[in-house]
């Protein structure tokens, strides 16, 4: 943490007098903001190294803020990009009926022991990928199977494109979209 210690190089209120109320402690691997007399600390990062900082104090309760800035840290982190995949099979949700949606955690389950079913090398042959799949979706789905026809032709218009450019050449990448699939059904 000596890290963030050598950081944390100007604490200013808005006002722009140093701000004696604030406390930093190490904890681990993290850093513990403390204001004293207030109850809770809100913080908003506003841009790359920079947060303001939201109290109250006093009684009648004041709005206190002050802006924390930290040169030469560590960058940002970059946000998670979501797989394509996982992107589609959410939005091909709203082409499910709102009641047969409940399904999609079981097909998402079907989806990923499919996946796990080619990581084991059990489905090798994409014939046999897509079968085990059907199955296993089928089972999956019920009686809401027919509800969730819309979904699958979109899914097939997906996979075929994949397929067309080369990207679902191995088990190993049914595998990737498969698991990619059932996290957007989550």
């Known amino acids: 943490m000596r890290f963030w ?3 944390i190089t100007t604490l200013w209120l808005a006002s722009g007098a140093l701000c004696q109320e604030l406390t930093f ?12 007399g207030s109850g809770d600390v809100a913080v908003v990062a506003t841009a790359p190294g920079r947060w303001l900082l939201i109290w109250t104090e006093g009684s009648p309760p004041t709005i206190r803020t002050a802006t924390l800035r930290i040169e030469n840290g560590p ?6 990009v979501e797989a394509e995949a996982t992107r ?3 939005r091909w949700l709203a082409e499910v ?8 955690p079981a097909l998402a389950a ?4 499919t996946a796990a079913d080619i990581d084991a090398g059990k489905l090798t042959k994409p014939a046999e990928i897509i079968a085990a799949a059907a199955e296993r979706n089928r089972a999956a789905l019920g009686d809401e199977r027919n509800a969730w026809l819309p979904w699958f ?5 997906y996979l075929n494109g994949l397929a067309e450019a080369g990207k679902l050449a191995t088990p190993a990448d049914h595998a990737t979209v498969f698991r990619q699939l059932a996290e957007g059904l989550q």
């Open 5 to 7: 210690t050598a950081l």
């Open 88 to 90: 589609l099979a959410r």
């Open 25 to 36: 402690e190490k904890a681990d691997r993290s850093l513990i903001l403390r204001v004293v």
């Open 97 to 104: 009926p709102e009641k047969s949606r409940a399904r999609a």
């Open 110 to 113: 079907a989806l990923r022991g």
């Open 75 to 80: 960058p940002d982190p970059e946000p998670p």
């Open 153 to 157: 032709e979109s899914l097939r218009e």
